[in-house]
């Protein structure tokens, strides 16, 4: 993850690097993020963070995070993405019932009377859902009192701009400013 | 002179250090046992600190200084949210702990925020309570300075610990320490042990400006010395709650309900007089089951007993 502070307060864009390289590995977006730009101005108060990522976060499937097989009248599942198994198992629960499903190990489980086109086709994780969760950790790397906040996403690039009291217009344009330069649309 | 040192060690043969501790005319300040270990804070006479040294090592335990031992020092963060706590607020908590002092953690209820940051009344006199207070702030230099306002109404010794250092609040606190600030992991690198090391000692500095100027005009009776007598008062001596009785520099607080023990804990007679009359008892603003002893000094005693016999009192 490259991460690019500009702010006013020397050792405030330190620290502030740092807490959002921790706050980002701790909540398991870090390799989701390809480059974070944070903008710092204490005095203001306005902060900008700006994050684009890897990948545009779409809904997964089972089939997306597993390899599946027929094995008698059901079906044999191996999780290829330790992320989802919660959901997956959640899944074939409220699918097939408890009864249905005999959970081998960690990433293997056989659901008894199961139809693999269903299975493959069921969603486990939106997109939505995804982004939420970036957008939640960027909110939560930022300091507590800044809670005005306004989000700009295009595609990979998700931008929030913040500030204490009142969100002025020349906040909003200079927000658009680095979503552009990181890759977002003008027209946001 | 008395001093304030730590046993830590095994339950064994621990009746007999309680025993010479009594022997020697010192106290338990505090006593922590957790399974097969046990911790003893203890006040005892300088003279006699190397006979219960050779008896703690006897026994297989270790003995520690503890500077910070009597007092209660409240730890105070913007707020009680994940922003910032628990670290760095809960790590300087645990350092001053380490050091004999019994810390508490507290978060204001409106505390966030550079423009729209604020102190209650209520809070404020909650923290007056305490012996000293840390004031634990963020990493930009023109917030922490904006944030000054929740500082200024406190009137017990404060430590202000913040990321870089500030500006003009050297009228608010007692002591700066830079280079904290807020923190997503716990305090464990090197640099960050040091910056630990920092704060406490700070703190005992602190303090110790406090006792010295308490000893111009000493109180009446050591708080310690009140602490063996409530012991025995049987509210006390039932409570459950951990550390029934805190030392302060200046009394102590019981961790008994106020209405309904007041008149019984004013009538206990030490040295031929009764408590109500040698301090002044109120219940704590913290929570309506503890009452806070502060003692008088002796010229305010005096001053009583002047009062008194003129017949004005």
């Known amino acids: ?188 | 002179m008395f001093e304030v040192i730590m046993y830590d060690g095994g339950v064994y043969r621990s009746a007999e250090l309680f025993e010479l501790i009594e022997d020697v005319g010192g106290a338990v300040l505090q006593k922590i046992r957790s399974s097969q270990m046990l911790t003893v804070t203890m006040s005892i006479p300088s003279e006699d600190k190397e006979s219960v040294v050779a008896l703690c090592k006897d026994i297989g335990g270790e003995v520690k200084e503890v500077p910070l031992a009597g007092t209660e020092i409240a730890v105070v963060g913007p707020t009680l949210g994940r922003h910032h706590m628990p670290h760095p607020i809960c790590d300087i908590a645990e350092a001053l702990r380490r050091k004999g002092a019994l810390s508490i953690v507290m978060g204001l209820a409106r505390g966030r925020g550079k423009g729209t940051s604020q102190i209650s009344g209520s809070e404020v006199a909650i923290i007056n309570e305490y012996d000293a207070a840390i004031f634990c702030f963020g990493n930009f230099k023109s917030c922490v300075e904006a944030k000054a306002e929740l500082m200024k109404d406190i009137k017990i010794p404060l430590i202000l610990v913040c990321g870089p250092r500030p500006e003009g609040l050297e009228d608010y606190c007692e002591g700066i320490v830079p280079g904290v600030g807020r923190k997503s992991e716990r305090m464990r690198s090197p640099e960050e042990r040091d910056k630990l090391d920092e704060i406490v000692s700070m703190t005992e500095t602190v303090l110790k400006d406090k006792r010295k100027r308490m000893s111009e005009d000493p109180l009446f009776v050591h708080p310690s010395e009140v602490k063996q007598v409530l012991e025995n008062y049987p509210p006390i001596d039932m409570c459950l709650r951990p550390s029934p009785i805190v030392l302060h520099l200046d009394g102590l607080r019981a961790k008994i309900p106020y209405d309904e023990n007041i008149k019984a804990v004013s009538d206990i007679m030490i040295y031929d007089r009764r408590l109500g009359d040698i301090a002044k008892i109120t219940e704590s603003k913290l929570d309506r089951s503890s009452m806070l002893i502060k003692i008088k000094t002796g010229s305010e005693v005096d001053y009583d007993d002047a009062r008194k016999s003129a017949g004005k009192a």
Request: hydrophobic share 45%; charged share 25%; net charge negative.
């Open chain 1, 1 to 188: 993850m490259d991460i690019t502070v500009h702010g006013t307060d020397p050792f405030g864009n330190e620290a502030y690097r740092v807490l959002f390289e921790n706050i980002m590995n701790d909540l398991g977006e870090a390799l989701a993020i390809e480059k974070a730009e944070l903008v710092l101005r204490p005095e203001t108060p306005l902060f900008i963070f700006s994050v684009r990522l890897r990948a545009e976060p779409v809904s997964k499937t089972i089939a997306d995070v597993s390899s599946l097989r027929e094995e008698g009248s059901g079906v044999h599942i191996t999780i290829t993405d330790e992320r989802y198994a919660p959901e997956i198992l959640g899944a074939m629960w409220s699918m097939y019932g408890r009864n249905s499903v005999d959970q081998q190990t960690r990433f293997d489980m056989s659901v008894a009377n199961a139809d693999l086109e269903a299975v493959s086709k069921t969603v486990i994780a939106s997109g939505e859902e995804a982004l939420k969760e970036i957008i939640g950790s960027v909110w939560r790397s930022m300091p507590e009192g800044i809670k005005v906040r306004h989000v700009f996403i295009t595609g990979t690039v998700v931008t929030v701009v913040a500030t204490e009291e009142i969100m002025k217009p020349e906040f909003m344009k200079e927000g658009a400013k680095v979503h552009v330069a990181m890759g977002g649309s003008a027209d946001v």
